[in-house]
């Protein structure tokens, strides 16, 4: 008997080991460059949460949510960061991609001036010059925004200023206004102080979804698990850098060069307000609600146009989210 435990022993040694089930590669294209609103998934990495889940996360440096949207939608990454009206547009072209996640649930989309210039409100913005890239999504929105404060589309003209360059073409008075991001409110702040006005387009009722988690239609459908793995942890991710930044934004500068943390900590507080809504703090960090998107989608639709209309409930998905993960107003300051 004895001989028999040492030979079955031996046999078991001598037997290949089974490997253990290898991580599944996965691929997040980001929208532009790191910033603080991209810190979560840093964090989330440093901290193994993928790795737990079976997830092999490389995280890509993006060029713009159309690079994002296009990426994603032809199945060259499975995940990405994109703004929502742009990833619209992109699906109405044949771009495969779904939305799962708000990361905006608030636009970011805002107007900055001078008092001194003599502009207090949108009201004064006729006969003023705008300044801000080309391509900008503020000035292709524009007939939205001049149609919502009761102006006429073309009482403005605009200049072309490099996203670097805006608040020194303000400062000189190249402009009298500029179009930028809440996420990046301080800077002005610092510059100009008690001179500075500003309004959020949501203050005059338009409220596009703005960043939000993106996949690839296809990799959804055949990896429903895994999607849905990735959603949540990423959702508990931003709960826990709402909960507390420093180790977030820690991961991000560890992995992210070129970055002022303290300028980072002060946009993780304005991309708190973005993310807050009366859905994601009741329903959902991260959800997406029908009625808006229905709007966001008439709102592409009329100015920035469909190539091949779409229903837009194939464009977004709330399933994969968890419902106990709630964002917490209470950390958030305007």
């Not at 001049?146 to 805006?166: E, L, Q, R, Y």
């Not at 009722?205 to 990735?230: D, H, Q, R, T, W």
């Not at 949540?232 to 002022?260: F, M, N, T, W």
Request: aromatic fraction near 10%; hydrophobic fraction near 40%.
């Amino acid at each position: 008997m004895k001989g028999l435990r040492i030979a079955g022993l031996a046999l078991a040694l001598a037997m290949p080991a089974v490997p253990c089930a290898a991580a599944e590669s996965v691929n997040l294209i980001l929208n532009w460059t790191p910033t603080a609103d991209h810190s979560p998934f840093y964090y989330a990495k440093a901290q193994g949460w993928y790795a737990k889940a079976g997830i092999d996360l490389t995280i890509e440096v993006g060029k713009g949510s159309g690079v994002s949207s296009l990426k994603v939608g032809s199945g060259g990454s499975a995940f990405g960061i994109a703004d929502l009206a742009t990833m619209l547009v992109a699906k109405s072209k044949g771009a495969d991609t779904v939305a799962l996640m708000s990361i905006y649930a608030n636009t970011g989309q805002t107007f900055y001036w001078l008092k001194s210039y003599g502009v207090n409100g949108p009201k004064d913005f006729p006969a003023h010059k705008i300044g801000n890239p080309p391509g900008d999504a503020s000035r292709v929105m524009w007939p939205a925004f001049a149609k919502a404060a009761g102006i006429a589309p073309d009482a403005v003209s605009f200049v072309n200023v490099g996203p670097t360059a805006k608040i020194a073409a303000l400062k000189s008075h190249t402009v009298d206004i500029i179009s930028d991001f809440y996420n990046e409110h301080d800077l002005k702040v610092i510059e100009f102080g008690a001179d500075l006005g500003y309004v959020n387009w949501k203050d005059i009722g338009l409220n596009p979804y703005g960043n939000s988690l993106i996949v690839n239609g296809a990799y959804l459908e055949k990896n429903p698990k895994l999607v849905e793995e990735f959603v949540r942890i990423s959702q508990k991710a931003y709960a826990a850098c709402v909960a507390d930044v420093e180790p977030c934004l820690k991961a991000l500068l560890e992995q992210a060069s070129g970055l002022d943390k303290e300028n980072q900590q002060r946009q993780w507080e304005r991309i708190k307000f973005l993310m807050t809504d009366e859905f994601t703090t009741t329903k959902a960090l991260g959800w997406i609600d029908g009625e808006r998107m229905k709007k966001d989608y008439e709102l592409v639709q009329t100015y920035l146009g469909m190539e091949k209309p779409f229903e837009v409930n194939t464009a977004f998905s709330t399933k994969m989210l968890d419902p106990s993960v709630k964002m917490d107003a209470s950390k958030v300051k305007k």
